[in-house]
């Protein structure tokens, strides 16, 4: 897919691999209960009220910089621009997201822009909480749009998406008129 000679093959892949994301969430999970712990044994009432405020709400900032923080970290860029034209496309688009992604609601909001311009349905399946969904399907990293058979991983620019969408020629795919 990448060129070796590229100056892309710097970068990180920009998805996330849905063992890392669920380790992630297993870590939190434990950390939270934790402090939890640690604070009613201590008898520490208001530390234990801003642990549970604090620690949900630190992991919200943390998601909501990502798109600033994502360069700095290797992964390249996220910034976008909206293609010149679209064509109309009434397919229905699957989006496989998780919920510690830091590329999902990027994706989700040009995959919203897109589906206003071209017309197709969009589905969103979160799989933070349904594994077995992401096993039956074989996705092991997020996030992905799939029409019909086919698949595109990883953050993809509107552009790509677009040409994606409009591009994928199967019965399956187009919704009746």
Do not use: H
Not at 102 to 110: D, H, S, W
Request: glycine content about 6%.
């Amino acid at each position: 897919m990448k060129n070796a000679s590229s100056a892309s093959e710097a970068t990180k892949e920009q998805q996330c691999t849905l063992k890392n994301l669920y380790f992630g969430l297993l870590v939190f999970a434990i950390l939270y209960a934790g402090g939890v712990v640690f604070c009613a044994y201590r008898d520490d009432w208001p530390a234990l009220l801003l642990w549970l405020v604090l620690l949900p709400c630190a992991r919200w900032v943390g998601l909501r910089l990502a798109p600033i923080t994502l360069k700095r970290r290797g992964y390249g860029s996220v910034d976008d621009r909206l293609p010149a034209s679209v064509n109309k496309a009434r397919v229905e688009v699957a989006f496989y997201s998780y919920n510690g992604c830091p590329f999902c609601p990027i994706l989700k909001g040009r995959l919203e822009a897109l589906q206003k311009e071209m017309d197709f349905t969009l589905r969103e399946i979160d799989l933070t909480l349904k594994p077995q969904v992401a096993s039956s399907k074989g996705i092991q990293s997020v996030p992905v749009v799939e029409v019909g058979d086919k698949r595109l991983l990883g953050n993809a620019t509107t552009e790509q998406l677009a040409e994606f969408i409009a591009g994928v020629k199967t019965s399956e795919a187009v919704l009746p008129a």
